[in-house]
């Protein structure tokens, strides 16, 4: 099973938005809507930030919002924070080969 | 609060195996699925297997077929890894993650355990 494609990195000043793109295939971003995004600051734990495609755990600023067209997931960070600086990772469900991950994006808030 | 705490980073040689855990605390360990993630350096997450300690299920990505070991000790409530023939493209951060059956998504992580190949 390929891995889903994400940009490299993005970037963005404060209080700006940046949009990570997650593109996948029929088999997995296109077939199901279980779609989740992790955030990863290196040396920590990846934590979830959006799951079902557009759902956030308690506890997740809703500044993170998450939507899916076709093959293609995407993640949004409205209002961008200096906090917000860390690899985002993209995962979906893909069946009999259960978990697909993106390679991963940097974001950095310029 | 739920936590998966692993163990220490491993250097091993080819060819040679390793065994990772990771010790949860925080909820009942046999009501969730123990996944491993690992990320070689510089590349994506990649999945590599799970396990349930209630079922005793365990299912691996196929690459990992043959050569991946996993266990648990419900006294600990630890699960393991072992990777076994080690070679220099699995140096590498290995994860494990929570997983509660059809939630479609990894809700808690553990910090990470790199394993180098010393050669």
Known sequence: QSALTQPRSVSGSPGQSVTISCTGTTSDVGAYNYVSWYQHHPGKAPKLMIYDVTRRPSGVPDRFSGSKSGNTASLTISGLQAEDEADYYCCSYAGTHPWVFGGGTKVTVL | ?119
């Open chain 2, 1 to 119: 609060q739920v936590q998966l705490v692993q163990s220490g980073a491993e250097v091993k040689k080819p060819g040679a195996s390793v065994k990772v855990s990771c010790k949860a605390s925080g909820y009942t360990f046999t009501s969730y699925d123990i996944n491993w993630v690992r990320q070689a350096t510089g590349q994506g997450l990649e999945w590599v297997g799970w396990m349930n300690a209630n079922s005793g299920k365990i299912g691996f990505g196929q690459k990992f077929q043959g050569r991946v070991t996993m266990t648990w000790d419900t006294s600990t409530t630890t699960a393991y890894m072992e990777l076994s023939s080690l070679r220099s493209e699995d140096t590498a951060v290995y994860y494990c993650a929570r997983y509660a059956s059809a939630t479609y998504k990894f809700d808690y992580w553990g910090q990470g355990t790199l394993v180098t190949d010393s050669s």
